[in-house]
């Protein structure tokens, strides 16, 4: 248990941190005032019908399904970016003919510290990790469980060449026995040239944290991933803000966007957005084509479990906003457009 807390606040750490112009008084901020609407002595109640609630459709009615992982198919050479989505916030991606990891929770809880578990929908995903090709890259937007964990990270650093990660999240690989030569930490706004690919960190409106001391203590973010012919953009965990449009106006448009949906609700709404909210934060980031993440992993919230990607494509049909919907583990190209509702046969 005490490894997955990860790396421990220090003095030095917080001297790195105070230079970042989004630290203040002890820890980071979000751009816009940002809070959550739950009252100490609702806590309690809220917990349980996370855990333990079982109202219609919470969770599927059987495991879900993942596509097996072709090695061929995926790194043969291409001219366009390849992705693979593995349910919540996974995604493996071939970008310039480098192989790119986004946050790579595959574990089976994304609750492995509390008393109570958070069953992932699909099982053996540990097993995924096997697979997959040496990783050039990995990418991280937050330290919550529900984005890294350490039985994954344990598998997955011998196959890692290189990470990017949010400001102050670093210290969590280094005490998991990253080389920290091998770590590069961002502030929002911080970019760098990864083999031809200009990366850059953007805002989100969320917070993070992965014990009762550290709230706060790292930052939370987005992914732009611009090449020569192609731009694409992962939202990051969040709430909707007025830092969309600045992405857009900044380092848009872009072929295609991850925009986070799901795990939403009217107590945290200002840090998960709402599937219309989605669809409006693609628009004014300035997004072609859409695809919506952070649900089919787990049950984080009290919605069904389809409710995020149903009411996505019912906002996108809306706002007339062009959108994919890839199975899990479902080899995609940006030239590979999927709009078949595939969660209905679960």
Known sequence: MFKQFGGKITPELVKRYQKSPNWRDGKFHNLEETSMDVRLS???GLLYKLFFGKGSGFTPDKNLAIEEFNTDAFLAPSNSTKYIWYGHGVYLLRINNKTLLIDPMLGPDSAPISPATTPRFSKNTLALIDDFPPIDLMLLTHDHYDHLDYASMKKLIPKIKNFYVALGCGRHLESWGVNARNIQEFDWWNSA???????????????????LLDRAKSLWGGWVFDTSTEKLYHSGDGGYGKHFKEIGEKLGPFDLGFMECGQYGEKWHQIHMFPEESIQAALDAKVNLATPYHWAGFKLALHSWTEPATDFVHQAKLKSVKYTLPKLGELM???????KEWWTNQ
């Not at 031809?196 to 969320?206: A, C, D, E, L």
């Not at 190209?333 to 709009?339: F, G």
């Open 42 to 44: 609702e806590m309690p």
């Open 193 to 211: 040239n990864f083999e031809g690919i200009k990366i850059t960190f953007t805002p989100s409106r969320h917070f993070s944290g992965r014990g």
């Open 333 to 339: 190209s940006l030239n590979n457009v999927k709009t």
